[in-house]
């Protein structure tokens, strides 16, 4: 009777530190790391994330396979699900000013467990999405100059034919993940003008898209003779927002940025709504100028943007807009190193990781450990590895990881933190550092 008792009691014990919620310090505004951060560097952050690959390669195959020149509406619904998403990490952000994003949202309202399995989640989508960025990189880099980088690896490296490995190594993703992971350990700020740099290049490059891809539009593109508008109904447009609601993954750098911020409060929320709908009108019009240039069910899926300036006789656009394709997946690539070593640097400072991860230059105040293991990882997982069966996967990670984070808002709201200790009239009046963005 007595071990029947003692074994209830340990298993009611076990079952309380599974679900102990994290207690957060007095002053939230404390920290180990660097409130470099303003306004427009999270938005800069926000877009960087978002604007990428799928900009120049998901435009083309939505709009071919799935909803044709409705791909337009599939964006904004998509866009507008995603803003849905965007306000719950803006709320957590602002009200809780930690790195961490989803992880660090879920420890303090559900629990250490269910914090743990998002955690691991969010290392994994970022790790695997970086590298499969890595790999696009390099293969649309590659394609510029006539695949000649692969055949030569192929004749002079070495190429294999293993289940799951990529047919030959792909040394120039892998150099590239390398280079930006020496930028990231340089510290916030200079990642953040990085970001800035290839994301005013890569919207340079979308404006000129825009403008000349107008000028060169033709309305007969949407007639009956080429299908019309919505040749595949509702379904297709349904279709298309699922595929087109991942373009937009990426604005959960601005929650994970939230404990490098001058004035979280108001940075994270104002960042993420501007970064979110300039990027769901971006997407927009470009989808609308690619299918009013050419026939929607002629549209290259592989290289839609550049193949339908070429087709119009304009092949010298199709260089400017590689430089663009190039310069949004640097600032992805960027937007997961930034990202992933923070997450790590949270669960270490929990105990959830090992404490190494948890150290902080003393000089740049980020976690360069973090950043040189995880990026080097990635590296090797965009060196050897074939991420396509495995990038699947990343889609239920990341609705794993929303839907955690949208009910832990609705606990939050009820239920509210909990704070070592009461918050002081002091510290509850306490002036914020001014935001200077």
Known sequence: MVSRL???????????KLTRVKTLEENMMETALNRCLSTFDLTMLG?????????????????????GPAVIVSFLFAGFASLLAAFC???????????????MFTYISVGEFWAFLIGWNIILEYMIGGAAV?????????????????????????????????PNPDFL????????????????????????????????VILFILVFGFILADPANYGAAEGGFNPFGFSGIMAGTATCFFAFVGFDVIAASSE???????????????????VTVIYTLVSAVLTLMVPWHTLDPDSALADAFYRRGYSWAGFIVAVGSICAMNTVLLSNLFSLPRV???????GLLFRVFSRLNPVTKVPVIGIVVFGGLMAVLALVFDLESLVQFLSIGTLLAYTFVAASIIVLRYRG???????????????QPPDGG
């Open 134 to 166: 890595a790999r696009a990189w390099s293969g649309y880099l590659d394609a510029v100059f006539s695949h000649r980088i692969r055949n030569f690896t192929e004749t002079h490296i070495a190429s294999w034919d293993v289940p799951f490995l990529a």
């Open 89 to 103: 990490y803006a709320e957590f952000g602002s009200r809780v000013p930690k790195t961490g994003s989803a992880y």
């Open 173 to 204: 993703a892998a150099g590239i993940l390398l280079l930006a992971t020496a930028f990231i350990t340089c510290g916030a700020k200079v990642s953040s003008w990085l970001n800035h740099l290839f994301a005013a290049v890569s919207l340079g």
């Open 344 to 350: 790590a640097y949270a669960m270490a400072e929990d």
């Open 260 to 278: 490098e911020a001058r004035n979280p409060q108001r940075s994270i929320p104002i960042a993420t709504g501007i970064s979110l709908g300039l």
């Open 6 to 16: 003692l074994s209830r009691h340990s298993l009611a014990r076990f079952c309380q």
């Open 417 to 431: 933190c909990r704070s070592a200790a009461p918050a002081s009239p002091a510290a509850a009046t306490s002036p």
């Open 47 to 67: 877009i960087g994330g978002m604007v990428g690959s799928g900009l120049y390669v998901l435009t083309g195959t939505v709009a071919k396979d799935m909803a």
